[in-house]
C-alpha cells in the first residue's frame, strides 16, 4: 500500500516501508522509539512476543532512517525459516516503496563447479587477470589502429609510436598464452566479458533469492555468486546470516561489497538470544589430529630441501603425540571423557584438559613431549615454511600445473599450535580436547580447541563499529544481563507482551513433582507426569505439542502416553527430518508431537491456528552441565563479578530463555487461541516459599507471571475441557467427557 493511500493519523515516514493496512499500537510505539534511537545512533533491545510483527517494526524504520541519512540496513538470523520470512517482509515492502534489497549466501552454496573456497579465489584471480590483459589488449590494437592510421599520411612520430605499441602487443600475446595456460572459471569470465545491466534490472525490479540467482545464472552461463557480489553497492537492504557478520574477516569483505564503511551500517539482528552461542561458535579454534598428520606428511617431503621442516616436525609431532597421549588418557572410568573407546561415536565428545590452578593437560603434556632448541623458534619455523609452501601451491594451481588448490596443513598446524599456547590460559579461553570416530574407517582421531566463553570477546566491535543495531527477540529480558554479555553501551530497551486478547490463552503451572534428575526415573513421578499429558491432549481441541529436556525424555514419555490418547502421536528424534515430521504433524487435526526443547522445532518454526492448540514444558530443562559449560559459568563468574553470575547468566536465563521461546510457538494472531502448560512444581507461584532456591517462577518478566495459574495435576482436565469450550473449539461431536 503507498503512503498516500494510508490513513490521514498514520503520518510517520517510515510507514511508507510498513506494507500492512496498520500497525499494532504496540508496533507503532516500538517504530517510534527504534526510529529516534537510530537517529541517536544508540543500539535497541526489543523483545516482542511471538507473532507481533517484531520484524516490521524493526525493518520500517531503519529502512527509513538509512533512506535519509544513506545507509544500508543489514538484518541477520540464523534460522532458515526466518530467512524465508525476511524475504516474504522485503517483497512487500518493495510492492509498495521500491528498494534495492539482495539476500546473500555463502560461496560454497552458490558455486556452478563446486569447488572450494580456496580453489575458487585462485580461479577466480586467474580469470580476471586474464580478461584485464584480454582488454589491454584490445586497447592498445585500437591505438595501433589510429597510429597506423596517421603514421599513412605521413605522421613519423606516430610511426615510432606504433612500433613501440607492436611490441607490447606481441608480449602481450606471449602474456595471454601462458595465462589461458592457466586454471580459469569459465563462468566468472562471461561475467566479465558481457555487458550484465539486464541482470541488475532483473535484481532489483522485485526481492530474489539466491536460488534465483543461481538459476539465472545456470541459465546464462554466468557466475551468480560474483554476480551478486557486484551489484550490491548501496543498497538499501541486505540480508545474510549470522556468519556475515560475527567473523571479523568476512564482515570486512560483506561491508566491502556494499560499499559501505561499518559507520554507514544499520545491523538488525533476528532471534537475537542466538547471538551469545553464535559468537562463541564464530570464535573457537581447532585442529584436528588428522591435520597434524597432513601436515608431518607434507613436511617429510620437505626435509632435504629446506632446514626448516626438521624444526617444524619437531614442534608439530610433540604436539600431535600430546594429543594423543592426552586424549587416550582421558577415555575410560578414570577420566572425564567417554567411558571407553567403543563408548566414542561418529560425533565429537570432549575430553577436557582444562585445569583450575596450572596449565591444562595438553599444553603441559607437550612441554614434557617437546626437546629441542626452543618451541618459539621451531614455531616460527613452521609458520614461515607454511606460508611458503601455501604460496607455493596457490601458484602452482594459478598456473595449471595442478588442478586443484592444495591447502598448506603445516600453516594451519602451526598457526594453531602458536594460539594454543599463546592464548589457552587467557580470560574466556577454554582449552579442550574432542574425540570422534571416522565413519569410513571405524578409527577414533582426536582434535585440540580453543572454546571462547565470552560473547563480548566477539561481538562488542562489531557493535562499537557499525551505526547502530536493533537486536530483537521474544526472549531478550533480562535486558541488563544480555547488554552486559554482547558488550552493548546503555542500549534502548522495550518489551512488549502479548497485545492479543488474554481471555483466548491460558497458562498453567502444574504442580507435579519437580523432575530433578534424582527422581525422573521413579515410576510414581513418571505416572503423574505421563497423566498430566495424556489429559491435555485428550481434552484438547486440536492438536499438542510436548518439549522435554533432551530426546531421550522425549521418547520415554512418548511411549507412555502413547497407550493412553487416542491421536496419533508422534516422537521427533535427533538425526532425522524435523521439518517432514512438522509437515505431518500439522497435517493431522488431532495429533501430539513428543520433541526436545533443545531441538530445532523450539524456536523459529510457527505453528499457526489449528497447528498446535495446546504447548506443554516438562520439567526444567537444564542443558547438560558438562566441563565446557562450567568453564563457561567459571568466565562469567570471573568477567562480570556478580554473584552467581556464572549460574545465572552461563545457565538458569538460557533455559527459561528456551522455555519462553517453546511456549510461543502457539498463539500467533489476534484470533489465535490455545493452552500453555508449565509441568513442575518449580514453576508454580507457591515454589517460591516452597522450594526457594530451587523455584524459577521469579525468572520469568512479571507480566509473564501474572498469567501463569498454578493448578492441581487432576484438576488439569477440567481446565482444558473449560477453557476450549469457551472457545468454542468443539465440533459437532462436542466435547470429550472428563
Given at each position: 500500500?503507498?503512503?498516500?493511500?494510508?490513513?490521514?493519523?498514520?503520518?510517520?515516514?517510515?510507514?511508507?516501508?510498513?506494507?500492512?493496512?496498520?500497525?499494532?499500537?504496540?508496533?507503532?510505539?516500538?517504530?517510534?522509539?527504534?526510529?529516534?534511537?537510530?537517529?541517536?545512533?544508540?543500539?535497541?533491545?526489543?523483545?516482542?512476543?511471538?507473532?507481533?510483527?517484531?520484524?516490521?517494526?524493526?525493518?520500517?524504520?531503519?529502512?527509513?532512517?538509512?533512506?535519509?541519512?544513506?545507509?544500508?540496513?543489514?538484518?541477520?538470523?540464523?534460522?532458515?525459516?526466518?530467512?524465508?520470512?525476511?524475504?516474504?517482509?522485503?517483497?512487500?515492502?518493495?510492492?509498495?516503496?521500491?528498494?534495492?534489497?539482495?539476500?546473500?549466501?555463502?560461496?560454497?552454496?552458490?558455486?556452478?563447479?563446486?569447488?572450494?573456497?580456496?580453489?575458487?579465489?585462485?580461479?577466480?584471480?586467474?580469470?580476471?587477470?586474464?580478461?584485464?590483459?584480454?582488454?589491454?589488449?584490445?586497447?592498445?590494437?585500437?591505438?595501433?589502429?589510429?597510429?597506423?592510421?596517421?603514421?599513412?599520411?605521413?605522421?613519423?612520430?606516430?610511426?615510432?609510436?606504433?612500433?613501440?605499441?607492436?611490441?607490447?602487443?606481441?608480449?602481450?600475446?606471449?602474456?595471454?598464452?601462458?595465462?589461458?595456460?592457466?586454471?580459469?572459471?569459465?563462468?566468472?569470465?562471461?561475467?566479465?566479458?558481457?555487458?550484465?545491466?539486464?541482470?541488475?534490472?532483473?535484481?532489483?525490479?522485485?526481492?530474489?533469492?539466491?536460488?534465483?540467482?543461481?538459476?539465472?545464472?545456470?541459465?546464462?552461463?554466468?557466475?551468480?555468486?560474483?554476480?551478486?557480489?557486484?551489484?550490491?553497492?548501496?543498497?538499501?537492504?541486505?540480508?545474510?546470516?549470522?556468519?556475515?557478520?560475527?567473523?571479523?574477516?568476512?564482515?570486512?569483505?560483506?561491508?566491502?561489497?556494499?560499499?559501505?564503511?561499518?559507520?554507514?551500517?544499520?545491523?538488525?539482528?533476528?532471534?537475537?538470544?542466538?547471538?551469545?552461542?553464535?559468537?562463541?561458535?564464530?570464535?573457537?579454534?581447532?585442529?584436528?589430529?588428522?591435520?597434524?598428520?597432513?601436515?608431518?606428511?607434507?613436511?617429510?617431503?620437505?626435509?632435504?630441501?629446506?632446514?626448516?621442516?626438521?624444526?617444524?616436525?619437531n614442534v608439530l609431532g610433540a604436539f600431535r603425540d600430546a594429543l594423543v597421549e592426552t586424549y587416550e588418557g582421558g577415555i575410560g572410568p578414570h577420566g572425564d571423557g567417554p567411558r571407553s573407546f567403543d563408548a566414542v561415536g561418529e560425533n565429537w565428545a570432549d575430553v577436557p584438559v582444562a585445569n583450575d590452578e596450572k596449565r591444562d593437560d595438553l599444553t603441559l603434556a607437550f612441554l614434557g613431549a617437546y626437546e629441542g632448541r626452543g618451541i618459539g623458534k621451531d614455531l616460527d619455523a613452521a609458520i614461515s615454511l607454511g606460508e611458503d609452501l601455501d604460496e607455493a601451491y596457490e601458484d602452482a594451481y594459478r598456473n595449471g600445473e595442478a588442478t586443484t588448490r592444495e591447502e598448506c596443513q603445516t600453516l594451519q598446524a602451526a598457526t594453531f599450535v602458536d594460539a594454543y599456547l599463546t592464548d589457552g590460559d587467557a580470560l574466556g579461553q577454554y582449552p579442550t580436547a574432542a574425540v570422534r570416530r571416522d565413519a569410513g574407517t571405524?578409527?577414533?582421531?582426536?582434535?585440540?580447541?580453543?572454546?571462547?566463553?565470552?560473547?563480548?570477546?566477539?561481538?562488542?566491535?562489531?557493535?562499537?563499529?557499525?551505526?547502530?543495531?536493533?537486536?530483537?527477540?521474544?526472549?531478550?529480558?533480562?535486558?541488563?544481563?544480555?547488554?552486559?554479555?554482547?558488550?552493548?553501551?546503555?542500549?534502548?530497551?522495550?518489551?512488549?507482551?502479548?497485545?492479543?486478547?488474554?481471555?483466548?490463552?491460558?497458562?498453567?503451572?502444574?504442580?507435579?513433582?519437580?523432575?530433578?534428575?534424582?527422581?525422573?526415573?521413579?515410576?510414581?513421578?513418571?505416572?503423574?507426569?505421563?497423566?498430566?499429558?495424556?489429559?491435555?491432549?485428550?481434552?484438547?481441541?486440536?492438536?499438542?505439542?510436548?518439549?522435554?529436556?533432551?530426546?531421550?525424555?522425549?521418547?520415554?514419555?512418548?511411549?507412555?502416553?502413547?497407550?493412553?490418547?487416542?491421536?496419533?502421536?508422534?516422537?521427533?528424534?535427533?538425526?532425522?527430518?524435523?521439518?517432514?515430521?512438522?509437515?505431518?504433524?500439522?497435517?493431522?487435526?488431532?495429533?501430539?508431537?513428543?520433541?526436545?526443547?533443545?531441538?530445532?522445532?523450539?524456536?523459529?518454526?510457527?505453528?499457526?491456528?489449528?497447528?498446535?492448540?495446546?504447548?506443554?514444558?516438562?520439567?526444567?530443562?537444564?542443558?547438560?552441565?558438562?566441563?565446557?559449560?562450567?568453564?563457561?559459568?567459571?568466565?562469567?563468574?570471573?568477567?562480570?563479578?556478580?554473584?552467581?553470575?556464572?549460574?545465572?547468566?552461563?545457565?538458569?536465563?538460557?533455559?527459561?530463555?528456551?522455555?519462553?521461546?517453546?511456549?510461543?510457538?502457539?498463539?500467533?494472531?489476534?484470533?489465535?487461541?490455545?493452552?500453555?502448560?508449565?509441568?513442575?512444581?518449580?514453576?508454580?507461584?507457591?515454589?517460591?516459599?516452597?522450594?526457594?532456591?530451587?523455584?524459577?517462577?521469579?525468572?520469568?518478566?512479571?507480566?509473564?507471571?501474572?498469567?501463569?495459574?498454578?493448578?492441581?495435576?487432576?484438576?488439569?482436565?477440567?481446565?482444558?475441557?473449560?477453557?476450549?469450550?469457551?472457545?468454542?473449539?468443539?465440533?459437532?461431536?462436542?466435547?470429550?467427557?472428563?
Amino acid at each position: 500500500m503507498a503512503a498516500s493511500d494510508r490513513d490521514a493519523d498514520t503520518d510517520a515516514e517510515y510507514l511508507r516501508f510498513f506494507p500492512k493496512p496498520s500497525p499494532y499500537e504496540n508496533q507503532r510505539e516500538a517504530m517510534d522509539r527504534i526510529r529516534d534511537a537510530l537517529d541517536n545512533e544508540r543500539d535497541v533491545l526489543f523483545e516482542g512476543a511471538c507473532g507481533t510483527g517484531k520484524t516490521l517494526a524493526s525493518l520500517a524504520p531503519a529502512l527509513d532512517h538509512a533512506r535519509e541519512e544513506d545507509k544500508t540496513v543489514v538484518i541477520t538470523t540464523n534460522v532458515h525459516q526466518q530467512m524465508r520470512q525476511f524475504v516474504r517482509d522485503a517483497r512487500e515492502i518493495h510492492a509498495g516503496e521500491p528498494i534495492r534489497a539482495v539476500v546473500f549466501r555463502g560461496k560454497g552454496s552458490m558455486c556452478h563447479i563446486d569447488v572450494d573456497y580456496q580453489e575458487c579465489q585462485v580461479l577466480r584471480d586467474n580469470t580476471y587477470e586474464l580478461a584485464e590483459t584480454e582488454r589491454d589488449k584490445r586497447q592498445l590494437e585500437r591505438q595501433q589502429e589510429e597510429l597506423l592510421d596517421a603514421a599513412r599520411e605521413g605522421d613519423d612520430d606516430a610511426a615510432e609510436a606504433r612500433s613501440a605499441i607492436v611490441d607490447e602487443l606481441e608480449a602481450l600475446d606471449e602474456e595471454l598464452d601462458d595465462l589461458r595456460e592457466q586454471n580459469v572459471c569459465e563462468r566468472y569470465y562471461e561475467n566479465l566479458t558481457t555487458e550484465n545491466d539486464e541482470f541488475v534490472s532483473w535484481l532489483y525490479d522485485d526481492v530474489r533469492t539466491p536460488d534465483d540467482v543461481y538459476d539465472y545464472a545456470e541459465e546464462n552461463g554466468l557466475c551468480g555468486y560474483e554476480l551478486l557480489k557486484d551489484a550490491m553497492e548501496g543498497v538499501d537492504l541486505a540480508v545474510c546470516n549470522y556468519h556475515h557478520l560475527l567473523d571479523p574477516g568476512i564482515r570486512a569483505q560483506f561491508f566491502r561489497w556494499l560499499d559501505r564503511d561499518p559507520e554507514d551500517v544499520v545491523v538488525v539482528f533476528d532471534e537475537a538470544h542466538n547471538v551469545e552461542d553464535a559468537a562463541r561458535d564464530h570464535a573457537s579454534r581447532a585442529l584436528t589430529e588428522q591435520t597434524l598428520e597432513e601436515a608431518l606428511n607434507e613436511l617429510a617431503g620437505e626435509t632435504e630441501t629446506d632446514a626448516r621442516a626438521e624444526y617444524a616436525e619437531n614442534v608439530l609431532g610433540a604436539f600431535r603425540d600430546a594429543l594423543v597421549e592426552t586424549y587416550e588418557g582421558g577415555i575410560g572410568p578414570h577420566g572425564d571423557g567417554p567411558r571407553s573407546f567403543d563408548a566414542v561415536g561418529e560425533n565429537w565428545a570432549d575430553v577436557p584438559v582444562a585445569n583450575d590452578e596450572k596449565r591444562d593437560d595438553l599444553t603441559l603434556a607437550f612441554l614434557g613431549a617437546y626437546e629441542g632448541r626452543g618451541i618459539g623458534k621451531d614455531l616460527d619455523a613452521a609458520i614461515s615454511l607454511g606460508e611458503d609452501l601455501d604460496e607455493a601451491y596457490e601458484d602452482a594451481y594459478r598456473n595449471g600445473e595442478a588442478t586443484t588448490r592444495e591447502e598448506c596443513q603445516t600453516l594451519q598446524a602451526a598457526t594453531f599450535v602458536d594460539a594454543y599456547l599463546t592464548d589457552g590460559d587467557a580470560l574466556g579461553q577454554y582449552p579442550t580436547a574432542a574425540v570422534r570416530r571416522d565413519a569410513g574407517t571405524n578409527e577414533v582421531y582426536g582434535r585440540a580447541e580453543l572454546y571462547t566463553c565470552i560473547p563480548r570477546d566477539v561481538t562488542a566491535d562489531l557493535f562499537d563499529a557499525v551505526h547502530a543495531s536493533v537486536l530483537m527477540s521474544a526472549t531478550l529480558r533480562p535486558f541488563d544481563v544480555t547488554g552486559e554479555i554482547l558488550g552493548l553501551e546503555d542500549p534502548v530497551t522495550m518489551a512488549y507482551g502479548l497485545e492479543f486478547p488474554e481471555e483466548r490463552r491460558r497458562t498453567f503451572a502444574l504442580d507435579t513433582e519437580p523432575l530433578f534428575s534424582s527422581n525422573r526415573d521413579d515410576p510414581e513421578v513418571q505416572d503423574e507426569v505421563a497423566g498430566v499429558l495424556a489429559d491435555a491432549a485428550a481434552f484438547t481441541a486440536g492438536s499438542s505439542l510436548f518439549f522435554f529436556p533432551s530426546y531421550g525424555e522425549a521418547e520415554r514419555y512418548h511411549g507412555l502416553v502413547e497407550r493412553e490418547v487416542e491421536g496419533t502421536c508422534y516422537l521427533d528424534r535427533a538425526g532425522e527430518s524435523a521439518e517432514e515430521l512438522r509437515e505431518r504433524f500439522v497435517a493431522d487435526d488431532s495429533g501430539v508431537l513428543f520433541t526436545s526443547l533443545w531441538g530445532t522445532l523450539a524456536e523459529g518454526v510457527s505453528f499457526d491456528g489449528d497447528d498446535a492448540r495446546t504447548v506443554a514444558v516438562v520439567g526444567v530443562p537444564y542443558p547438560r552441565l558438562d566441563a565446557r559449560a562450567e568453564a563457561v559459568q567459571d568466565a562469567y563468574d570471573e568477567a562480570f563479578a556478580k554473584p552467581d553470575a556464572g549460574w545465572r547468566y552461563g545457565v538458569e536465563i538460557p533455559t527459561i530463555r528456551k522455555t519462553r521461546q517453546a511456549l510461543g510457538r502457539v498463539i500467533r494472531s489476534p484470533d489465535d487461541y490455545g493452552v500453555r502448560m508449565l509441568v513442575d512444581r518449580r514453576y508454580t507461584a507457591a515454589s517460591r516459599t516452597r522450594m526457594r532456591k530451587y523455584s524459577v517462577n521469579d525468572a520469568f518478566p512479571a507480566e509473564e507471571r501474572a498469567e501463569m495459574v498454578d493448578i492441581d495435576p487432576e484438576k488439569l482436565k477440567f481446565a482444558v475441557l473449560n477453557f476450549y469450550g469457551d472457545m468454542e473449539a468443539w465440533g459437532p461431536e462436542g466435547p470429550p467427557a472428563p
